[in-house]
């Protein structure tokens, strides 16, 4: 995309780079949120705690991909999910507001925005369907295609919890694609 | 808030009662937490029978047990590690003692996040037993490979015991009675000894390690079935004369019989007190979070329910961990 000076200039000061180490939270349930996150390497989970305290993974953000509590952003709502980085990674973070009225400054904007948008619904709708219709195994094998070499950040139960099944499951859908 | 508190010692019935209190204040290094649940363990009932007045004496009435889950709701200015929100668990030390209330208030040192795999009743039952569990293995030079025998194999410390001996690639030896077998083999156990039917000092010769959780008979008996310059560790049994002298005790002696099959084996007696240690409960979260530890529940009461869950402690037949839950 095409930038005006002004347009990038802005863009710099709304935004700043962060180098973050395992384990970090960016987003923490409970807080107000401000921030977005783009993410440039490594790795990032978003997931919320359900009333007894067991954590279910709503996704994972690699490379390119764009991470907040969206729900808490729209509605101006505290967090209702915790955003943790689970190797060291790199983000450009954003002032989420900001961020999202800046494409009536510079409707140039508008167009990545939008598209970014359908992005997204268009992956979230895929998660849901393959959620109702798939099995766990075949759930599991889509989810390695679309984050290639994920296994090597994260643990067992963000994947299982991310798949909405048992530890044990996982171990046993591995156990069986490893026989194949 | 409301709190569970030992009003006096005596039976269980009458010792107890529930209190309102005031909220804990919190000094620099404390988080105040929520309690959402806590588990209760056999120290918390001898506290209650008054068993314990020599080595811990407590100003009554106390607000009784020392493991919780929850949520941290404030910290104290030198807290660094945890921030207002965080999911955690515990084994509060001695001062700060009263896990079954609304609130309690700990030192950041002796907290943990809790994993985040398990629930908030699963979480509460890990401090306490865990810590013994580990810290006693730890203490004993476990390794790969190492025999271990671990008493009560189903009960809250020696189902967790056996857990971590496996991760740690032991062999494992463990005693239960008849109905808890096939559980308790589940949990990895190499051999469960039924100790019904069978004479476990047959079964387990010459092990490493001895992990006295039962006392009496057993650690004297202990010394029949370790190796050669093995090791015994004790969580009940008579002290050991370090730890006396850690107490004041200073010319304790080891009871004779106990020295003397000690010196015979060339094995040592080592009698372990369990410690609050939040990076220890660090690790053990790993070692749950990737499934090497499971938590073993018996029942979870609600608060309200406190006193049958000492009750049911009292028979001694728990199977895991007993649990409170807060709401
Ligand atoms: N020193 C320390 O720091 C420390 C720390 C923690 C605990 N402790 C002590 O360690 C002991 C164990 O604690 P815990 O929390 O594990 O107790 P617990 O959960 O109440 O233990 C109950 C279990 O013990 C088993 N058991 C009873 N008699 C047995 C026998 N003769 N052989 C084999 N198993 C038997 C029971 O199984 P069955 O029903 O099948 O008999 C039951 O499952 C307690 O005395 C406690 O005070 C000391």
Redesign the pocket.
């Known amino acids: 995309m095409h930038l005006r000076p002004e347009a990038e200039e802005f863009l710099y000061s709304i935004s700043k780079e962060k180098t973050l180490h395992k384990g970090e939270v960016l987003i923490r349930q409970g807080q107000v949120v401000k921030k977005t996150f783009f993410v440039t390497a490594g790795c990032l989970r978003s997931y919320c705690i359900d009333k007894n305290g067991k954590e279910h993974t709503l996704l994972f953000a690699i490379k390119d991909w764009w991470i907040s509590d969206y729900i808490a952003i729209h509605t101006d709502e505290l967090a209702t999910l915790t955003v943790e980085c689970l190797s060291e990674s790199k983000v450009i973070e954003f002032n989420a507001k900001e961020l999202d009225g800046i494409h009536t400054r510079f409707p140039e904007f508008e167009s990545y925005q939008r598209h970014n948008l359908e992005r997204h619904v268009v992956s979230l709708h895929k998660r849901i369907l393959n959620q109702l219709q798939l099995s766990a195994a075949e759930r599991y094998d889509l989810f390695l295609k679309q984050y290639p070499d994920i296994e090597r950040h994260t643990r067992n139960y963000h994947i299982a919890s991310f798949l909405g099944i048992t530890q044990e499951s996982l171990s046993r859908i591995r156990a069986e694609k490893a026989k194949k | 808030m409301k709190a569970l508190q030992v009003i006096k010692y005596g039976d269980i019935k009458d010792a107890l009662a529930f209190n309102e209190v005031s909220l804990p204040t919190i000094e620099a290094n404390d988080v105040l937490i929520e309690v959402k649940a806590a588990a209760i363990?056999?120290?918390d009932k001898?506290i209650i029978l008054g068993n314990l007045q020599a080595l811990l004496p407590l100003p009554l009435p106390c607000t009784s047990a020392y493991d919780v889950s929850g949520i941290v709701v404030e910290k104290g200015n030198e807290v660094s590690h945890f921030e207002v929100g965080d999911m955690v668990y515990s084994r509060v030390p001695q001062e700060q003692m009263g896990t079954l209330a609304e609130f309690v208030a700990v030192t950041s040192v002796a907290v943990s996040k809790k994993p985040g795999n398990i629930s908030f009743e699963e979480a509460a039952g890990i401090p306490?037993?865990g810590l013994?569990a580990m810290q006693s293995l730890e203490a004993s030079g476990l390794k790969k490979n190492d025999r271990v025998l671990i008493?009560?194999?189903?009960?809250?410390?020696?189902?967790l015991a056996i857990q971590y001996a496996k991760a740690q690639g032991a062999y494992v030896y463990t005693?239960?009675?008849t109905?808890?077998l096939a559980w308790v083999k589940e949990l990895g156990a190499d051999r469960v000894i039924d100790?019904k039917t069978e004479d476990y000092k047959t079964i387990a010769k010459d092990v490493d390690i001895v992990f006295d959780?039962?006392?009496q008979n057993?650690s004297l008996e202990a010394f029949e079935v370790v190796k050669q310059g093995g090791i015994v560790t004790s969580?009940?049994g008579p002290l050991d004369e370090a730890t006396a002298k850690m107490f004041g005790m200073t010319d304790y002696k080891l009871p004779e019989e106990l020295a003397k099959a000690s010196r015979d084996k060339g094995a040592e007696y080592k009698?372990?007190?369990?410690h609050p240690n939040g990076s220890h409960l660090n690790e053990m979260k790993t070692m749950i979070e990737d499934e090497k530890i499971k938590p073993i529940i018996d029942k979870v009461y609600t608060f309200s329910e406190s006193i049958e869950a000492f009750t049911h402690?009292a028979s001694?037949?728990?199977?895991?961990?007993i649990i409170v839950k807060m709401c």
């Open positions: 363990n056999p120290i001898g306490l037993a013994t008493h009560a194999g189903s009960g809250g410390v020696g189902s005693t239960t009675s109905s808890n100790y959780t039962l006392g057993h969580v009940v009698f372990i007190f369990m402690l001694g037949r728990a199977k895991g961990k």
